[in-house]
């Protein structure tokens, strides 16, 4: 947790220099929470000193529970929102009555002994109030001049210090300036503090809003379980919850932590994780997560992951990441920044000597003025909150659909997406086969075929195995004992059992084995046709029958791809299955683009190809044997259920098994980008727009000198803008369809 960051500068100062300490290897700030997260091999103490250093104050964040970190953090902000309203009250008690006085009283001037004294006597509050109310602004401007650099608060300490020290020259030696010059500027001084404390604790208060899908995430965790110990059900805290505890769970009570259902039947709501408005049936041997919801029956089950190992605590994390991460644009403004703060110095300085040598008189107090108003209208504040407070929101919005974005790389390359890879088998199907047809030859039966099929698939973890052993379970055959099984990638598996040499697979396999199929490729052809995957079935070198498959459709599979394309997205189905299959589901599921017979190693080889035609390309797939093209590809989406959330080599992790989740996923990043960029633009426009008026640029036309008043609180509520533009994301509405 770090104090005393207040721009895009204070960033890049810090990252660098938690990134010079010997051990980090990656240093990412976010300015929005004013956290910091670094890892590599370093001790804390390490980073804490690197951060003192640079200038500012910083503290290990609480390593407890999410709720206690999340409750420190709040407090620190409330305790910082308090202190900033009652710092803002001090500067506008003075500044106020003081401004009012030169509008309606009279000129702010030093001509006569008393006017001396009086003015010395608030030149003295004012002292005060930059003490009380300015204190952090000097104190920050020093330590960065300390360390050679500058940054906000170096803007705001040289303009109102400038105006309060030619105002205490005026005070104490008006000879020395032109009697047009003997003007006093503390109403400035003051009013500035006192409106940048009120952006700064208003900007606070809007903050807070934009970390509500943390709080909701955090707010699923069930305080408390009742677990099965010696006999008795008793209600312990969720830390003191064991791997294999047995919990029970009643209607309308949350689920504690992930687990495997051991008895009992209820229905559970997703929706808050996955984004799926249908409860969910649960019965024995069933998975639940934490922190969803048992709508019906009162279920037993043993606990599978606890703690930070849960679905939920991963998610959390993986959402906090995501938002502390910055996109490729949001560098831009650090960098930006970095430079920013010297440029507009130097710009004052030019200013004031611009003033001074062609201005009218008093040339003196003009200069003041323009060199003082350009400091304070350039401060870069907003500059720094405009990617941070969009992506927090944006990243938010996407886990309340059931979106995992991992980093701001993806949110942000995902809304340059032209082409979308799509698997087949579990991405656009439901990955869950059933054996549709059982044909055999000669003197084989179909209990025969089947009972050795799954008998050497019962080895192997395929979806098209499963559905094997699946189908002979339901016919009440038994399987025996296999030897020497081997999967072969692409072709198929070959296995003993019996004493028999068994082959199941696809048509490459029985002709590298020499098996004549005879009139069965025709057979083959007619199920591949009804989007059926056959595999042939041998015996000792002799073909013995064939075993259908099918994988149905998802229901809103037809309609999310139709989605993707309505968005002018090339989507292209790649899978291992024969040409005839590929076909079949690519009609079904609207894709004229496809690509049968893949293997694994060869999907990346297609992402690439896509990317040399100039595509962005996105792919998804199960986040297993798809795992090379998921890396490779520009943004890798991984098809998640819920629980299997932390698979590493997907940017994106949809937590539904909808392909609606690709189109929410887009829309989000470009909506979230679209926001950055008006933020960026806002802010960097308005730095840029406003200091050629304060310099002065208007005054030789039109007679008009900016104050540094109003500079002071239009730089105030330009991160206040940014802040209420980034929270406008809260209300977009991700699903489409």
């Known amino acids: 947790m770090i104090e005393g960051a207040s721009c895009a500068s204070c960033v890049e100062k810090i990252e660098s220099a938690l990134k010079n300490v010997p051990g980090v290897e990656q240093a990412e700030m976010n300015l929005a929470e004013r956290t910091v997260s670094v890892a590599g091999n370093v001790s804390a103490e390490d980073l804490i000193k690197a951060v003192e250093k640079a200038g500012y104050q910083a503290k290990v964040a609480l390593s407890g529970s999410e709720d206690d970190v999340l409750a420190e953090r709040e407090e620190a902000e409330w305790a910082y929102y308090k202190r900033l309203m009652w710092e803002m009250a001090i500067a506008l008690a003075l500044g106020v009555p003081l401004m009012a006085y030169g509008i309606f009283v009279g000129e702010m001037t030093v001509a006569t002994t008393m006017e001396r004294a009086a003015w010395f006597v608030v030149g003295l509050l004012t002292m005060g109030v930059m003490v009380v109310s300015g204190r952090h602004f000097y104190l920050g401007a020093w330590k960065s001049f300390?360390?050679?650099?500058?940054?906000?608060?170096?803007?705001?300490?040289?303009?109102?210090?400038?105006?309060?020290?030619?105002?205490?020259?005026?005070?104490?030696?008006?000879?020395?300036?032109?009697?047009?010059?003997?003007?006093?500027?503390?109403?400035?001084?003051?009013?500035?503090?006192?409106?940048?404390?009120?952006?700064?604790?208003?900007?606070?208060?809007?903050?807070?809003?934009?970390?509500?899908?943390?709080?909701?995430?955090?707010?699923?965790?069930?305080?408390?379980?009742?677990?099965?110990?010696?006999?008795?059900?008793?209600?312990?805290?969720?830390?003191?919850?064991?791997?294999?505890?047995?919990?029970?769970?009643?209607?309308?009570?949350?689920?504690?932590?992930?687990?495997?259902v051991i008895e009992g039947h209820t229905a559970v709501d997703e929706s808050m994780l996955t984004g799926e408005p249908m409860p969910v049936e649960k019965a024995e041997g069933d998975e639940v997560v934490a922190g969803t919801i048992n709508k019906a029956g009162s279920i037993l089950f043993k606990a599978t992951r606890v703690g930070k190992d849960t679905a939920l605590a991963q998610i959390i994390q993986m959402v906090k990441r995501a938002q502390n991460s910055k996109p490729p644009i949001g560098r831009l403004a650090d960098v930006i920044a970095a430079y920013f703060v010297p440029v507009i110095m130097m710009i004052a300085i030019v200013s004031a000597l611009v003033w001074l040598n062609f201005g009218p008189e008093p040339a003196v107090a003009y200069a003041v003025v323009s060199a003082t108003t350009v400091l304070i209208i350039a401060c870069p504040c907003a500059l720094g909150l405009a990617t941070p407070m969009s992506v927090m929101v944006g990243v938010g919005k996407a886990a309340e659909a059931g979106v995992l974005i991992r980093n701001g790389g993806a949110l942000q390359t995902a809304s340059k997406i032209s082409a979308m890879i799509l698997d087949k088998t579990g991405t656009i199907t439901l990955g869950s086969p059933k054996v549709t047809d059982v044909l055999v030859t000669g003197s084989y039966h179909e209990q025969d075929v089947l009972k050795l099929a799954a008998t050497m698939e019962s080895g192997s973890e395929h979806p098209l195995a499963l559905a094997i052993v699946e189908s002979a379970n339901e016919r009440g055959i038994e399987t025996g004992k296999f030897t020497r099984f081997q999967a072969i990638t692409g072709h198929g598996v070959q296995a003993e059992v019996e004493g028999k040499r068994l082959l199941l697979g696809n048509e490459k396999l029985m002709r590298e084995h020499g098996i004549e199929l005879g009139h069965f490729v025709e057979k083959a052809e007619a199920l591949a046709a009804e989007a059926k995957t056959p595999m042939y079935f041998a015996v000792n070198h002799q073909l013995a029958g064939m075993i259908a498959v099918a994988d149905p459709i998802k229901e809103d599979s037809v309609a999310a791809i139709q989605?993707?394309?309505?968005?002018?997205?090339?989507?292209?189905?790649?899978?291992?299955?024969?040409?005839?299959?590929?076909?079949?589901?690519?009609?079904?599921?609207?894709?004229?683009?496809?690509?049968?017979?893949?293997?694994?190693?060869?999907?990346?080889?297609?992402?690439?190809?896509?990317?040399?035609?100039?595509?962005?390309?996105?792919?998804?797939?199960?986040?297993?044997?798809?795992?090379?093209?998921?890396?490779?590809?520009?943004?890798?989406?991984?098809?998640?259920?819920?629980?299997?959330?932390?698979?590493?080599?997907?940017?994106?992790?949809?937590?539904?098994?909808?392909?609606?989740?690709l189109a929410d996923a887009i829309a989000v990043s470009k909506a979230t980008l679209r926001n950055i960029k008006q933020n960026l633009f806002g802010a960097f426009i308005y730095n840029m727009a406003g200091v050629p008026f304060a310099a002065g640029v208007l005054y030789p036309f039109f007679g008009l000198l900016l104050s540094p008043v109003i500079a002071g609180a239009a730089m105030a509520f330009s991160s206040l803008t940014v802040v209420t533009n980034a929270n406008r994301l809260r209300l977009f509405q991700v699903h489409q369809h």
């Open 563 to 661: 989605r993707l394309r309505r968005n002018g997205i090339r989507v292209v189905m790649l899978t291992g299955d024969n040409q005839a299959t590929a076909k079949a589901v690519a009609e079904k599921a609207g894709i004229d683009e496809y690509f049968a017979e893949v293997l694994p190693e060869d999907k990346s080889r297609k992402v690439q190809e896509l990317q040399m035609e100039g595509e962005v390309v996105g792919m998804t797939g199960d986040g297993i044997n798809d795992a090379p093209a998921l890396a490779i590809a520009n943004v890798g989406f991984a098809i998640g259920t819920g629980t299997d959330v932390a698979i590493e080599s997907a940017d994106i992790t949809l937590m539904r098994g909808s392909l609606h989740g």
């Open 146 to 260: 300390q360390n050679h650099s500058a940054n906000m608060d170096t803007l705001i300490a040289l303009g109102t210090g400038t105006a309060w020290l030619y105002s205490m020259v005026v005070v104490f030696f008006p000879d020395v300036v032109p009697l047009m010059a003997r003007h006093v500027y503390f109403e400035a001084t003051a009013m500035i503090i006192g409106l940048i404390d009120l952006g700064l604790a208003l900007e606070i208060k809007a903050r807070g809003r934009t970390s509500e899908a943390i709080k909701r995430l955090i707010g699923l965790q069930a305080k408390t379980a009742r677990v099965v110990r010696h006999g008795q059900e008793v209600d312990i805290v969720i830390e003191q919850v064991l791997l294999g505890d047995v919990v029970r769970v009643r209607p309308g009570e949350k689920i504690p932590v992930d687990g495997e």
